[in-house]
């Protein structure tokens, strides 16, 4: 009867992993940070309120339309919705968001933080 898995078979297998491993650990470091043409985009009430560099620090009071009031901090290459004055704080649990595309929606408030590349185009990718 042959043997269908040789020791080359699990060699071939333990090698193709671990360039698959090395291959995730260096695409996750080298896309960790912000690039220099990212903008963050804050909306309060369907208005643009704001817009920030986002490898810039800084805290943003942003008033509700509600009445309320949210507090954005962009850190780090990072955006956070640090404190919020609606009950559920959906928003400030989120954590933060550091790439093109993402966002952080406070529905009591109205608030809406994304992040966008700094041509602001609407479209990632076009095809025909």
Do not use: W
């Given at each position: 009867?042959?043997?269908?898995?040789?020791?080359?078979?699990?060699?071939?297998?333990?090698v193709?992993?671990?360039?698959?491993?090395?291959?995730?650990?260096?695409?996750?470091?080298?896309?960790?940070?912000?690039?220099?043409?990212?903008?963050?985009?804050?909306?309060?009430?369907?208005?643009?309120?704001?817009?920030?560099?986002?490898?810039?620090?800084?805290?943003i009071?942003?008033?509700?339309?509600?009445?309320?009031?949210?507090?954005?901090?962009?850190?780090?290459?990072?955006?956070?919705?640090?404190?919020?004055?609606?009950?559920?704080?959906?928003?400030?649990?989120?954590?933060?968001?550091?790439?093109?595309?993402?966002?952080?929606?406070?529905?009591?408030?109205?608030?809406?933080?994304?992040?966008?590349?700094?041509?602001g185009?609407?479209?990632?990718?076009?095809?025909?």
């Amino acid at each position: 009867m042959k043997q269908f898995i040789r020791k080359a078979d699990i060699i071939l297998l333990i090698v193709l992993l671990a360039l698959g491993l090395a291959a995730t650990v260096v695409l996750a470091r080298t896309g960790a940070g912000a690039p220099a043409d990212d903008m963050v985009v804050i909306k309060s009430g369907g208005e643009i309120f704001g817009r920030y560099p986002l490898n810039e620090d800084v805290e943003i009071e942003v008033p509700a339309p509600s009445g309320g009031e949210n507090a954005v901090t962009i850190k780090g290459g990072s955006v956070t919705v640090s404190s919020a004055s609606c009950k559920n704080q959906v928003c400030v649990k989120h954590g933060s968001i550091s790439k093109s595309g993402e966002s952080i929606v406070c529905l009591p408030n109205r608030l809406i933080v994304t992040i966008e590349d700094k041509s602001g185009g609407e479209y990632d990718s076009i095809t025909s």
